[in-house]
């Protein structure tokens, strides 16, 4: 299996798993919406949702809508009174329809919304993915198609075998290569429904080809339907159930998830996706989680942009979020640095110098993870991007011995790549690929053991990354 483990930072000493299990909480199920098409006010509210033009720019199955400016309200499942305040208010690309629509007719709107999407309660529910007679074949490159026909596959033959067939289409390059990430989204949602909205069975089912889309396409459907203020408690309970806490793996795509999916599930509410991290049960769950969220802000999986970024300055939010919420910012901000600087190594290192003290050398970690994500993990050209960091260079290689062992669930790239670097780096280069032999291997022996085999010279300063 292709492992795209994104374990950027795991600290040995906390991956001990609670061994406290909490069974996912038996739910309710809730009370089913009833027939949208039935009571005169849904029929009043589908009218409305046509005529003050909705559907131009969301996507509402119910209505035949098929919009893109706004969030997918399939997927987002609002629940009532969040529409009604969005629809009065407005914001962020949104008109306010407050002196446009009247209070029954928002009301109307809301409830139709509402009731087309949700299934009630404020259980997780199976996602709003509904199965047709879509193929993969029939889509030529068409990528809403091929969302459906990718999630159809995984809905009817499972999630196996749509990510074996999506990995086929990334081999091949092409749309399916381009947009492998919000098809596997999909691949996701279909999943999720194909187990009825069992959000362990679902992951345990997926993998982590393309940036982990699968697991990001459980967790944000897994939201769906949960009302604002119950948000800090689905989480919490999402990724307790036995078969995720049982592979550390799992459970790390399972809060790193989270994160993706709070951030969705809230329209890129980073303060609220961030509260909802920081009631998760332990220091790992909550750090890994925050990783979902600033990913998610980076780069939004639906397109639209987070008001949680400044044009003007590429490291925002870092200085701004809760020092224990740094960490994972400044790990992920040269994705957004590299970008702004039209991908100027040299000037992106200059971010980094400008970053708060404590934190220049995480940016430089940073550096190093994009440099060998962005080379796919070729040695010469980390080399080559690491140099401009002066005297970070280690810290650039430690990123990027990182990411190449998460992603290759081994050492062989990272050994031949710190072995090649320049010699005052190499012992830094193989405590990075130390931390993460550290996540793969549970036992101090079988991390030692790994050390020994992957860090040839560099034994020491590879247990000490590995915590062994
Ligand atoms: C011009 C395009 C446009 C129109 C017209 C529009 N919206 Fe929106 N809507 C958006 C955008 C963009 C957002 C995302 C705003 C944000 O990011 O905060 C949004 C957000 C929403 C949300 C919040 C989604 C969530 O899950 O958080 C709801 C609900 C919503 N719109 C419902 C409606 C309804 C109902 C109508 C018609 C009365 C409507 N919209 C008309 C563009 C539009």
């Known amino acids: 299996m292709r492992r795209k483990v994104l374990l950027l930072v795991v600290p040995a000493a906390v991956l001990a798993l609670a061994a406290v299990l909490i069974a996912l909480v038996a739910r309710s199920g809730g009370g089913a919406g009833g027939d949208p098409g039935a009571s005169a006010a849904a029929l009043r509210g589908e009218a409305v949702f046509t005529e003050a033009g909705c559907a131009g720019c969301h ?8 919009g893109t400016a706004g969030p997918d309200l399939d997927i987002t499942r609002p629940d009532r009174a969040r529409i009604e305040r969005q ?3 407005g914001g962020r690309g949104m008109p306010a329809f407050a002196g446009r629509l009247s209070g029954e007719e928002i009301a109307a709107v809301a409830e139709y919304v509402a009731a087309s999407t949700a299934t009630g309660g404020s259980a997780p529910v199976a996602g709003a993915f509904r199965p047709d007679g ?15 026909a990718f999630g159809n596959v995984a809905f009817r033959q499972g999630p196996r075998a749509a ?9 091949e390059g092409g749309p399916i290569a381009s947009d492998c990430h919000r098809i596997s989204h999909s691949i996701g949602a279909g999943g999720l429904a194909r187990f009825g909205g069992d959000v362990s069975k679902a992951l345990a089912a997926g993998t982590a080809t393309c940036w982990s889309g699968y697991y990001h396409g459980v967790l944000e459907r897994a939201f769906a339907g949960v009302a604002d203020d119950g948000l800090g408690e689905a989480a919490r309970d999402l990724c307790a159930a036995d078969d995720i806490r049982d592979d550390t793996f799992v459970t790390y795509q399972c809060v790193h998830g989270l994160g993706h999916g709070l951030m969705i599930r809230t329209g890129l509410d980073l303060p609220g996706a961030l509260a909802a991290c920081d009631g998760l049960r332990t220091d790992w769950d909550r750090s890994s989680c925050t990783g979902g969220v600033f990913m998610e802000n980076l780069s939004s999986s639906y397109g639209t942009t987070s008001e949680w970024l400044r044009e003007d300055d590429p490291l925002y939010p870092c200085q701004a979020v809760a020092e224990r919420h740094k960490l994972y910012c400044y790990l992920m901000v040269t994705s957004r640095v590299l970008p702004s600087v039209g991908w100027d190594w040299a000037k992106a290192a200059g971010w980094c110098r400008r970053a708060e003290r404590d934190w220049v050398a995480t940016c430089f970690q940073s550096l190093g993870r994009d440099a060998s994500g962005n080379s796919l993990r070729d040695a010469a050209k980390i080399h080559e991007h690491c140099a401009v960091a002066g005297a970070m260079e280690g810290e650039c290689l430690y990123g990027a011995a990182r990411d190449m062992v998460s ?13 090649a670097a320049p010699g005052r780096w190499r012992a830094r280069c193989f405590e990075g690929v130390g931390t993460v032999l550290g996540v793969l291997n549970e036992s101090r022996a079988a991390r030692r053991a790994a050390c020994a085999r992957w860090a040839p010279g560099h034994v020491a300063a590879c247990r000490r990354g590995a915590g062994a």
Not at 59 to 66: H, P, V, Y
Not at 138 to 147: I, M, P, R, Y
């Open 59 to 66: 996507t509402l199955a119910a209505a035949s809508a098929t």
């Open 163 to 171: 990510l074996t067939r999506m990995d086929e289409g990334i081999a």
């Open 134 to 148: 879509t193929t993969v074949d029939g889509c030529g490159d068409d990528v809403a198609c091929l969302e459906q």
């Open 87 to 89: 629809v009065r208010a």
């Open 407 to 419: 992603n290759d669930a081994g050492g062989a790239g990272a050994q031949r790549m710190c072995s």
